[in-house]
C-alpha cells in the first residue's frame, strides 16, 4: 500500500470519552500534518512533524489534544474528555518536499 | 489571515460548461495543491504546482506566481464532478483555503 491510511475511518463516543487516531504516512515522508475539518469548512491545520519533531501546534490544539510521531514513522492523535466540538474529520498528509499525499481521514462524532 | 483565499464559494453549474475556480495566495507558498474532495469522502490530490500549467483529462490547473494567483479549470463538466474543490499552499505546512462548492446538474 503506498498511500497514507487513517485508522478508524469513523468513530462514535460518548462526551467525555478518550479517543485516539492512528496515521501511517508513505513510508519515506518525513513531513506528517494534521488537520481538522468541520462540516462546510476547508481543513484547519493542528499540527506537524518533521521526522519525529513536532515542529508547531495550531492555537486550535487545547490541552486535551495531543499528538506523537514515535521514530518519525507513525504518527498518533489523541483527544482526551471529548467535547461535542471536537466532532469533525481529522486529517492526516504526509509529504516529502512539495508534494503531499492524504489520508481518507477519521470522521468523529461525539454525542 | 488566512494565507489562502479562494473564490468562489459556492458554483453551480449545468452539464458541459466550462469551469473556473480561482486562488489567491500569499509571499512564501513555494508550490500550490489543487484538491478534492467528495460529500463525505477524503481528500484526493488533482495537481500539484509551482509553475506554468499542468492538465488531467478535462482539468486544467494553471499558476501565476507573479501575480500569486491560481485557476482550476473544468471544461465539458459532468455531474460527477460534483463535489469541494480546495486549494492549499505550500509554506512549512500546507494552508487550505476554505474550499469552493461545486454542484453540476444534468
Known amino acids: 500500500d503506498t498511500g497514507v491510511s487513517q485508522d478508524p475511518r469513523h468513530k462514535i463516543t460518548k462526551r467525555g470519552q478518550n479517543v485516539t487516531f492512528r496515521c501511517d504516512p508513505i513510508?519515506?515522508?518525513?513531513?506528517l500534518y494534521w488537520y481538522r475539518q468541520t462540516l462546510g469548512q476547508g481543513p484547519e491545520f493542528l499540527t506537524y512533524f518533521q521526522n519525529e519533531a513536532q515542529l508547531e501546534k495550531s492555537r486550535l490544539l487545547s490541552d486535551r489534544f495531543s499528538a506523537e510521531r514515535p521514530k518519525g514513522s507513525f504518527s498518533t492523535l489523541e483527544i482526551q474528555r471529548t467535547e461535542q466540538g471536537d466532532s469533525a474529520m481529522y486529517l492526516c498528509?504526509?509529504?516529502?518536499?512539495?508534494?503531499?499525499?492524504f489520508g481518507q481521514g477519521t470522521r468523529l462524532t461525539v454525542v | 489571515k488566512n494565507e489562502v483565499e479562494q473564490s468562489p464559494q459556492n458554483l453551480t453549474a449545468q452539464e458541459g460548461e466550462f469551469i473556473t475556480i480561482n486562488c489567491s495566495y500569499s509571499?512564501?507558498?513555494?508550490?500550490l495543491h489543487w484538491l478534492q474532495q467528495h460529500p463525505g469522502g477524503g481528500i484526493v490530490s488533482l495537481f500539484m504546482?509551482?509553475?506554468g500549467k499542468k492538465k488531467h483529462g478535462r482539468l486544467i490547473a494553471t499558476i501565476n506566481i507573479q501575480e500569486k494567483h491560481s485557476s482550476l479549470h473544468i471544461t465539458a463538466s459532468h455531474p460527477r464532478d460534483s463535489a469541494v474543490y480546495i486549494c492549499a499552499g505550500n509554506t512549512d505546512k500546507l494552508i487550505f483555503g476554505t474550499g469552493t462548492r461545486l454542484q453540476v446538474f444534468p
Open positions: 513510508s519515506e515522508h518525513n513531513r
Open positions: 498528509a504526509s509529504s516529502w518536499g512539495a508534494e503531499a499525499f
Open positions: 504546482l509551482s509553475s
Open positions: 509571499v512564501g507558498i513555494s508550490a
